[in-house]
């Protein structure tokens, strides 16, 4: 028995020492201090990284999850589904989230309009939960649809398990992905993406303001998310645009808000740097050529000629008519007006044309010869949309370039084109 016990006591000590380290090691995963840091930056209209580090490594979002809630809120409004000014219902589920929160009674309601700046100025946990119940039924489901609405977009290795972003130890995205998210809000929701760039906004007497600083502190920025739980860190994600050319930027895992607000201008600022490197040779390109088109911004010159249905014509600029490509099989139309891609409808003229000329530019090969035209669809007791459109595609060209487009994340459908009638406008 002696010698038992001698065992034990020398076994003890040992056992302890494991046990406290192992349990260190699980507080001290779940500190600010120890989160995973990531970085990540990117060109928003080419997507041309510009800076990656740990850019795949899963970490967890924080608020920075509001954004997917905010995505598919935008969703449904451009569907047709919700109106800013619908009142969604505060159950007792959604009144009891945490903060940071506006303070919900349950039974009472909050409109379409409120709910958006509160998820993006405030950050609110309990109108998160408001958001998914009224669009799922439940936020167990609306987290289904985030993820797959993410898998869509192209965000492979992010999983949603709430529409808030509070502490679930299988919610996690990476840096990259949330870019690609950003990335989307910007280009499928122009005529809401200002909601982002708001400061402040008011509820029940009271003003809040956005704990995205960036929007006063560094020129250009319009948005876009912060977010913090003691498990991620200090996280966000920027957007800004500086003569006419944006940069996304993404930070996870800041020590505190003002260290990763720093860090993020540091990323920025070298992101800015390499593009105004490249757009020196595109500048020097641009006033060499006799008739220069002032949308796209490229470094060498397009490969497709691509017409652009603009209102002002320029003098000698009409381009030649479009010649079938030698390698290309004749197509069984007539191949001028037969067959044209959409890649989205939008509530102002402007953005829609952005957005043709940006999938022009992806895939310029398979839209050769191609018109961009921005057609209006009038619905009843509703605005106008204007649907972006290339027009004068074989049915080759259009699927292909579909095809093409959706590979990149991009919406596209085909469609066959019988008499449309063209608006076009004086703003470029």
């Known amino acids: ?19 406290i380290a192992t349990v260190i090691v699980l507080i001290g995963s779940a500190s600010p201090v120890f989160a995973k840091y990531a970085s990540y930056v990117m060109d928003a209209e080419t997507g ?68 958006i700046q509160a998820l ?68 499928d929701f122009p005529q809401y993406y200002h909601y982002f760039s708001k400061k402040s906004f008011a509820h029940g007497g009271n003003r809040y303001r956005s704990h995205n600083k ?47 607000n720093r860090h993020m201008i ?4 070298k992101g800015f740097r390499l593009v105004n490197q490249n757009r020196g040779s595109a500048v020097a390109t641009a006033r060499a050529a006799p008739n220069p088109a002032p949308a796209p911004r490229v470094t060498a010159p397009a490969k497709a000629k691509v017409a652009d249905a603009r209102p002002t014509p320029r003098p000698n600029a009409a381009p030649p008519p479009a010649k079938p490509r030698a390698s290309r099989p004749p197509a069984k139309s007539s191949g001028t007006a037969d067959w044209a891609i959409q890649v989205g409808a939008y509530r102002y003229y402007n953005p829609a ?17 191609g018109v961009i035209k921005v057609i209006p669809l009038k619905k009843k007791n509703r605005r106008t949309l204007w649907r972006a459109r290339i027009m004068g595609l074989t ?10 487009l959706q590979r990149k994340g991009r919406d596209c459908m085909e469609v066959r084109m019988k008499g449309i009638k063209v608006i076009r406008s004086d703003k470029a």
Not at 144 to 166: C, D, E, I, Q, V
Not at 353 to 369: F, N, S
Not at 395 to 404: G, L, N, P, V
Request: with cysteine; net charge positive.
């Open 395 to 404: 049915k080759e060209q259009a699927y292909s370039a579909c095809d093409a």
């Open 1 to 19: 028995m002696k010698g038992f016990g001698r065992r034990t006591t020398q076994w003890f000590p040992r056992a302890a020492a494991i046990a």
């Open 48 to 115: 041309r990284v510009l800076h990656a580090v740990n850019s795949n490594t899963r970490n967890y979002p924080a608020s920075l999850t509001k954004m997917m809630t905010v995505y598919l809120l935008f969703e449904a409004l451009e569907q047709g589904k919700i109106t800013l000014k619908k009142p969604l219902k505060v159950s007792h589920r959604a009144a009891r989230q945490p903060a940071s929160r506006l303070a919900l009674r349950a039974g009472t309601t909050i409109a379409v309009e409120e709910a």
């Open 266 to 269: 540091k990323l920025l600022d």
């Open 353 to 369: 044309h952005k957005m043709a000329r940006l999938a022009v530019d992806q895939v310029p090969d398979m839209l050769e010869g």
């Open 120 to 187: 993006i100025v405030k950050s609110a946990n309990d109108v998160a939960t408001v958001v998914a119940e009224a669009l799922a039924g439940s936020e167990r489901e609306f987290a289904l649809k985030m993820t797959a609405r993410a898998r869509k977009l192209g965000m492979t290795r992010t999983t949603f398990r709430n529409a808030s972003g509070l502490y679930n130890r299988a919610q996690l995205s990476t840096a990259r992905d949330m870019a690609v998210l950003a990335r989307a809000l910007i280009r």
């Open 214 to 260: 960036l929007l006063t502190a560094y020129n250009g920025t319009d948005g876009i998310k912060t977010g913090y739980i003691n498990a991620s860190g200090f996280n966000l994600v920027a957007s800004v645009e500086r003569d006419g050319h944006r940069l996304i930027g993404v930070v996870f895992g800041g020590r505190s808000s003002s260290s990763r």
